[in-house]
């Protein structure tokens, strides 16, 4: 692409992305109305680091073991068309004392705020 890496790590360490940069991303690809919005959490495993934030121990349905790493929440959605993005995200903060449930329920108020407008969501919402 012609652009060093250390010109990248400049820019992601100047710009503050967030869940609404890629609500932005996805919604022109998606039909915003009368899809399914759904839930998924990953960890980035990170078992040497020391001191990073955000490092935590989390359950790993890898390594159906708690290990540790990055926990990554996203709310996923997909169109009456079958098409399916990612609509906006979460970075698992323990000193928040939320649960993947809450981080959820904010996800899910933000994107309607935004204008997606699912016909279904998954109890537990």
């Not at 710009?15 to 990953?42: C, F, H, M, Q, W």
């Not at 993005?85 to 994107?111: A, I, W």
């Amino acid at each position: 692409m012609g652009i060093s890496h250390d010109s990248a790590n400049r820019f992601l360490q100047r710009e503050r992305y967030g869940g609404k940069d890629l609500y932005n991303e996805s919604a022109p690809l998606l039909i915003v109305k009368g899809g399914t919005s759904g839930v998924d959490d990953s960890v980035l495993d990170k078992p040497y680091s020391q001191y990073l934030a955000f490092v935590g121990h989390f359950w790993s349905g890898k390594h159906k073991r708690s290990v540790k790493g990055i926990n990554l929440i996203t709310l996923y959605y997909t169109d009456t068309n079958g098409q399916h993005l990612p609509v906006n995200f979460r970075v698992y903060d323990k000193s928040e004392g939320k649960t993947k449930n809450d981080y959820f329920r904010d996800m899910l108020e933000e994107v309607l705020a935004w204008g997606l407008e699912p016909a279904f969501v998954p109890s537990g919402a």
